[in-house]
């Protein structure tokens, strides 16, 4: 036993949305944990420039064009020689009423959600087979488990429960080949997905009441949690969905 097993030391990280939000807050932790970290995204941000250096790299990629997976996965094999660990955690939100969810919207959150991580994942694990381990990490949400209120978000809640499925059948197909595969599950979380709803009253006030904790949690706490599942410290650990919500899913 040994606290060695909760570091990234020379493995190599490819992090989908690691610009901003919780991806930027793993990026730092994981950088931190001595891993080597690409970082991808639509948008370079000043605190992914930051990090940007001799351990750490930006690709641009939107996750919904069909050559990004392939491109990233060899931008990152190419800069750092491996690709250990895949954290598929690019996504978008959208809510409102199911009669009324338009095809473009249902496309968008289907896309982002559900065929990026699918693609992705499918690109990364390829040089994970050659190598004979890896990790792939799927940020999921506790909308793929209950209904959310008070705002309705049908196509969200299923693509993440896509991604809670997709997490457990390639644990299942991988589990004999080196590769785990785990879903970390976040409840209301500080970001930019969120700073609408926290900033709407209404909304907030549902949201801190149904969370037993009484407060949202902060992405250096999902950071954690992913962590803990990307290193050698949860080798046991595949199939499984991590939920880290202030207990919002107890009752
Ligand atoms: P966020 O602050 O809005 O960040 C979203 C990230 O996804 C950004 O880095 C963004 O990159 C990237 N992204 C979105 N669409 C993309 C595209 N087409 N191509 C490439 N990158 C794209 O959200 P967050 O709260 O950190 O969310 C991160 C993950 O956690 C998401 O999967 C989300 O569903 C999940 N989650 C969040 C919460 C929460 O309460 N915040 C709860 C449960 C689950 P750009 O800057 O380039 O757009």
């Known amino acids: ?119 992705i994942a499918r690109a990364a694990v390829k040089p994970m087979l050659a190598a004979g381990a890896g990790v792939v990490l799927n940020v999921g949400s506790i909308s793929a488990e209950v209904a959310n209120k008070p705002q309705l978000q049908v196509a969200y809640n299923a693509s993440k429960a896509a991604v809670h499925q997709m997490t457990r059948v390639m644990a299942f197909e991988y589990a004999g080949r080196g590769i785990r595969v785990n879903a970390l599950a976040p409840g209301y979380v500080v970001s930019d997905m969120t700073k609408g709803g926290i900033a709407n009253a209404a909304w907030n006030k549902v949201w801190t009441e149904n969370t037993p904790m009484g407060r949202f949690g902060q992405p250096e706490e999902m950071a954690n949690c992913a962590l803990f599942l990307c290193s050698p410290a949860s080798s046991y650990v595949t199939g499984a969905v991590l939920t880290a919500d202030g207990g919002y899913t107890t009752h």
């Open 1 to 119: 036993m040994s606290l060695q097993q909760f570091r990234l030391d020379g493995k190599v990280a490819l992090i989908t949305g690691g610009n901003r939000g919780i991806g930027l807050a793993i990026s730092q932790l994981f950088l931190q944990a001595g891993a080597k970290v690409m970082i991808t995204g639509r948008t370079p941000t000043p605190e992914a420039e930051a990090l940007c250096g001799d351990n750490c790299a930006w690709v641009q990629g939107d996750v919904t064009d069909p050559a990004t997976p392939d491109r990233i996965v060899a931008a990152t094999v190419k800069r750092f020689g491996a690709l250990d660990i895949l954290v598929n955690n690019a996504g978008i939100a959208d809510n409102g009423d199911f009669h009324d969810f338009d095809d473009a919207r249902l496309a968008a959150i289907t896309d982002t959600n559900f065929i990026a991580p699918f693609r």
